[in-house]
């Protein structure tokens, strides 16, 4: 495992600077690889924005979240989905260019969502915070986009399942990273 300090990667982040991004998930690749690792993950679903970029550039294989979570839904028979996630994540290119190949359809949140979303990201749960009134809000948007006719809720952060799943939601939910682990496992005793 290797990771820059979250700090390191919103600079190049909030600056729309993907090769940075780019160039440090791939010295993190590296060093892994020379530890010894036959793949690669990233549970953080903003940075994938930037693995598209140097994908082909390893030489190993890099399972790609958003794919991951693409295969789950098709499996799972959804065919509508919510991405909730940081800003970045909702308004970029991860999910809509994995799941269009799969047949699906997606939807964000309202651009006042978003920012809301955005900011309990960022200024709670990053920091271990995880109040019901946030709880509330993400199952109040959850609940305007079923009516919509969407079917399932990509928990597109690493850090949204800590404060909710298919427990306490009002539409079933794909945990991303929960997501990613599984396949990661289902990787590794392919390779063994």
Sequence with gaps: MHTYPLSTYMRSIEDGRWDEVASMLLASAEKVRQAGADFVICP?????QAIDLIRDQLPFTWLHIAEEVAHVATE???RRLLILGTSY???GPVYPTKLRSSGIEWEIPHPEARMRINATIFDELVNGRFPESSRSYFNQVIEESKNR????AVLGCTEIPLLMGDAETPLPTLDSTRI??????R??????
């Design 149 to 152: 006719g969407i079917d399932a």
């Design 187 to 192: 990787e590794a005793v392919r390779k063994a």
């Design 180 to 185: 990613l682990a599984r396949a990661a496992l």
């Design 76 to 78: 799972r028979g959804f």
């Design 89 to 91: 994540l909702m308004e």
């Design 44 to 48: 953080d679903n903003t940075a994938h």
